[in-house]
């Protein structure tokens, strides 16, 4: 029976003692991280103070509206988190105005074109085969749905094909470009895409989600000056929880006077309900930290490292997009072993502790489900410690695994893939060499602790 003291004791116990299942998950999931590299470039390892502000009661609470302008009584505090988290982004990418509401990267982008376009209105970005994110476009996302999408692409080189740019702009007169990538390993082209978006009149969006901590820690320039509207998420290489913003630059504001209050009406009423304060105040700690000077010299070491794993990949045999990287992500062709190679090498690196995801690449010869390349960065490892020493080794094991296993499996041409890929996991987790790097992967993780003081 639930009296005053059990429910004063249910309140205050920990997941640990309410809830064992969960508990029991969640400890695996500490568990899986410690013990492995997690190499997938869009992920990271957030401090324990954005995990403690994630976690506490702002989760509780509705603000509808924005500071000082809601709808909901008790919001003192929410204004004072949200000021904050605002007044820090804008200090740290040097932007007059913005908006820490959207719930996620993929929404802060639909916001932007809901502020300034109509359904119909043309619009330019990264094909999502080379490298760009579904919401610049992609046929089966809203932005091609509602709005009429024209992709640009990379050259067979792996860059971004300027030329292409510029002359379907001019055919097109799109309403907005953008700039930005899920998938792309070099450094953008915002200035020569902004003079494009300008020659056409069009709003630039730079979407900086996966380059945003390189570029508040000076490891890469800043689109700001280039573009009117920069969406990012907040928890990739800036190190903040799930979550993401949009700013509005002073060149957005000499373009539109009316460009700030249409990007926050268009994320509140227009798109979303209550901002997640809990999320708000885990962000406004992580613009805090990357507003110190260490995460400069954190920014400069995950490209660091990134090219140290590039070089090692290279020196071992294995084949990179562009040959190299500027960023903190690489994109292994595997062609040189056949097509649609991603899904066995991504599989046998998970099985040796090393997180990565199969992804297409330029001119990819077979599709995005069963792609030919794989994706891994050093945003996570570098927040471990990791340096050059430690990101040479798991280069030569990532090279090894990769010419064990891309030439012993091919798939299947006909509907059978799903079932072979199955059939052959076993033997690829049972594999010597597999094995081998795991235990030295679980070696290597064992220096670098990771959320030991944790208690689930
Ligand atoms: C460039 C880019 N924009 C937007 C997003 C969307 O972010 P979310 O997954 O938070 O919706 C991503 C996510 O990978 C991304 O890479």
Redesign the pocket.
């Known amino acids: 029976m639930v009296n005053e003291t059990n429910l004063t004791k249910f309140f205050n116990a920990s997941v640990k003692e309410t809830d064992p299942e969960v508990s029991s998950i969640i400890k695996s999931e500490i568990k899986r991280m410690a013990e492995g590299l997690e190499m997938i470039p869009?992920e990271n390892v957030v401090s324990l103070s954005v995990l403690n502000a994630l976690g506490s009661v702002f989760t509780n609470k509705y603000s509808e509206g924005y500071p000082h302008k809601r709808y909901y009584g008790g919001n003192e505090n929410a204004d004072s988190v949200e000021s904050l988290a605002i007044e820090r982004a804008k200090k740290l990418f040097g932007v007059p105005h913005v908006n820490v509401q959207p719930y996620?990267?993929?929404?802060a982008?639909l916001a932007a074109y809901f502020a300034v376009c109509e359904p119909g209105d043309t619009v330019m970005g990264l094909n999502l085969p080379d490298g760009g994110?579904l919401?610049h476009g992609w046929k089966v996302n809203f932005s091609a749905k509602y709005y009429k999408s024209v992709p640009y692409h990379v050259k067979p080189d792996g860059y971004i094909d300027l030329d292409e740019v510029k002359k379907l702009a001019l055919e097109n007169k799109p309403k907005l470009i953008w700039c930005?990538?899920?998938a792309y390993v070099r450094e953008f082209p915002f200035e020569e895409l902004g003079q494009i978006a300008d020659e056409v009149g069009a709003y630039f969006a730079a979407?900086i989600?996966?380059v945003a901590g390189l570029i508040v820690g000076g490891a890469h320039k800043s689109p700001v000056s280039h573009a009117h509207i920069v969406?990012t998420?907040t928890?990739k290489t800036l190190r903040g929880p799930?979550g993401?913003m949009i700013m509005v630059t002073q060149k957005g504001l000499d373009k539109d006077a009316e460009l700030a209050q249409k990007i926050d009406k268009a994320i509140f009423p227009g798109l979303q309900g209550g901002p997640h304060d809990h999320q708000t105040a885990a962000i406004a700690v992580a613009l805090g930290e990357a507003l110190k000077p260490e995460f400069a010299d954190y920014a400069k070491q995950i490209v660091k490292n990134n090219i140290t794993l590039g070089k090692t990949l290279m020196d071992n045999g294995i084949k990179l997009v562009t040959n190299g990287s500027d960023n903190h992500m690489q994109l292994i062709d595997l062609t040189q072993y056949g097509k649609g190679k991603g899904v066995f090498v991504q599989n046998a690196l998970d099985a040796a502790h090393i997180t990565v995801n199969k992804n297409t690449i330029p001119s990819d010869p077979s599709t995005p489900f069963y792609p030919s390349g794989i994706r891994l960065g050093t945003p996570a490892i570098t927040s471990r410690g990791m340096k050059e020493m430690e990101v040479t080794l798991i280069g030569k094991w990532i090279a090894e695994i990769i010419k064990e296993i891309a030439p012993a499996y091919d798939l299947p041409e006909d509907k059978t893939k799903a079932q072979y890929i199955e059939s052959v996991n076993p033997e690829i987790k049972q594999n010597a060499v597999v094995q081998r790097v795991k235990q030295n992967v679980m070696q290597l993780c064992s220096k670098f602790p990771l959320y030991a003081t944790l208690d689930y």
């Open positions: 869009s996620s990267g993929s929404p982008n994110h919401t930005g990538a899920t979407d989600a996966h969406t998420t928890h799930r993401a």
